[in-house]
Each structure stands twice: as C-alpha cells, then as structure tokens.
C-alpha cells in the first residue's frame, strides 16, 4: 500500500487545462492510497526529463525507470544478453523494441515482486510503436509532456558538460532570453561544477550544434504520433517549461495538483 508522506496529491484540477472527468478518476488521492502512480516523461532531448523525474520519484516514493538506465544495466552483467547489445551498440545500431520491452517487463515484474507501488518512466515511448507495445505491458495513468523553447533547448544541449573523473553532469550554458512577447524572461542559471571537476570536464561527442538540431527534427518527426495517441486516450499533460528548475519545479507540482509539505517548510525556514 502506498504511504504518501512527503506529498499529498490532491484531486485532480489543473486548471490551465481541460481534462475529462474520467481522466481526473485515474490520478491517485490520498483518500486512495493503494493507487499506483504509473506516469511517462515525454519531452525533446536535453529538456530535463531525467531531472524532474527523479524529482517525481523521490516525492511520491515510487521508482524512476529510465530505459537508457536498463540497457546500461544490462551491458555491464556480461551475460548472453549483453554481448548481444555490445555488438548491437558497436554496430551504431538501434537496439530494438523488442529488447528494451523485454527489459522493462522484467524491471517491473521485479519491481511488482518487491511490492513497488508504481513507477515513473523516462526515455520510453519513443514511437508509436513503442507506445502500443506498452500498452499491451502495462497500463499508464498520465503522461508528461515536457517543452523548451527550441533555442533554449540548444543552448542547454550545448552548454552539458561531464566529469571525466566522478562522472558528474554539469552544464555551464546560463540562458537568459526574452519571451515571444518581448517583456516574458526565461532565465535558467547554469549548474556549475564544483572545483575539483572544473578542469576534468569534457563534452560528448554528438553535443554540436548541427547534431543537436539533427536529434531534434528526428524527435518532433517521431514524437508527435505518440503525443496523439495519449491525447486521444486523454492521458496527456503538456507542460511549459517557464526556466530553470527554482521556477518550473514548483509550477510543475501545481500543475499535478502535488503539494510538498518539504518544500513548503525550506521555504518558511
């Protein structure tokens, strides 16, 4: 049974967006505690999906799933499976639906063994595809939709940065743009490293601005069949991301109906 400590989630009324009496039902409330919290994270690459999700995760007591996490996972157990994958990845191919399913069925039938009371995904659906396929392992409550401004997107996409020596992900991109209205400010401060990292960081690869605006045409392309199949089933949340995470996070947790007591006491002290 699920124990909502940290968060209360209320009734369901985001009141920026219209929702169906049927879609509020399937929220949990605390009156409903034994409801499994099953969501998606959608969102472009580099739009934090992995970010608010663990913060999600952490709040409601439910675990964050991200699908690039399994595979990973995966290729470290050196068994029949990974060698598979390591030819698969070393080959720049496409590891395939079939593959990553099989992973996440296992993670959640272990997760459902361990009494887990539900999970938040990140990286999965990517196509419509996917999106069936899921449909047919598990059923999903709501799915979060995560936008950026395209320019911002790139900048933050850009400015990542990684610590050769901890592994630490930073970014050092401080975006600070006016609104399409002139007068709105976006800020989003950069996530600096702390001294010992300053001169181990290193930046991937395929973090260039024609590859980045390359990942993105790929994603909006493949992205929007899936955002239409949870639109039509009424399961879709699209949120604005207004700037960095001291703005956005607690606009997010309002427009979730989400109320942390934690927050609120930092914010008193």
């Not at 049974?1 to 879609?23: D, H, K, Q």
């Not at 069925?105 to 996917?130: C, M, N, V, W, Y």
């Not at 001291?246 to 427009?255: D, F, G, R, T, V």
Request: charged share 30%; glycine share 8%; net charge neutral.
């Amino acid at each position: 049974m699920a124990v909502w400590t940290r968060a209360v989630v209320r009734t369901w009324r985001c009141r920026p967006i219209n929702f169906s009496r049927a879609f509020s039902e399937k929220l949990p409330t605390p009156e409903a505690k034994g409801r499994n919290v099953q969501w998606v994270f959608l969102g472009c690459p580099g739009v934090g999906k992995g970010t608010y999700a663990a913060r999600l995760s952490k709040l409601l007591g439910v675990p964050h799933i991200a699908t690039g996490d399994l595979v990973r996972q995966q290729l470290s157990s050196h068994g029949p499976l990974a060698l598979k994958l390591v030819d698969i990845v070393s080959q720049g191919q496409l590891i395939s639906d079939e593959i990553v399913i099989d992973l996440l069925s296992k993670r959640l039938e272990a997760g459902e063994a361990k009494g887990e009371i539900g999970f938040i995904l990140d990286g999965f659906p990517r196509t419509i595809r996917q999106a069936e396929i899921l449909e047919g392992v598990t059923d999903i409550d709501l799915v979060i939709n995560l936008k950026l401004r395209e320019d911002a997107l790139i900048a933050k996409c850009l400015g990542r940065r990684t610590c050769s020596e901890c592994g630490g992900n930073y970014n050092v991109a401080c975006i600070d743009m006016k609104g399409d209205d002139g007068e709105t400010r976006m800020y989003m401060p950069p996530l600096l490293p702390p001294p010992h990292c300053e001169t181990k960081l290193i930046t991937r690869s395929d973090d260039t601005e024609n590859i980045v605006k390359e990942r993105l045409r790929i994603y909006h392309e493949t992205s929007k069949p899936v955002e239409d199949f949870y639109r039509k089933r009424e399961k879709l949340l699209e949120f604005d991301l207004p700037g960095g995470i001291p703005e956005s996070w607690p606009k997010l947790l309002q427009a979730l109906n989400i109320y942390d007591d934690e927050d609120k006491k930092s914010a008193a002290a």
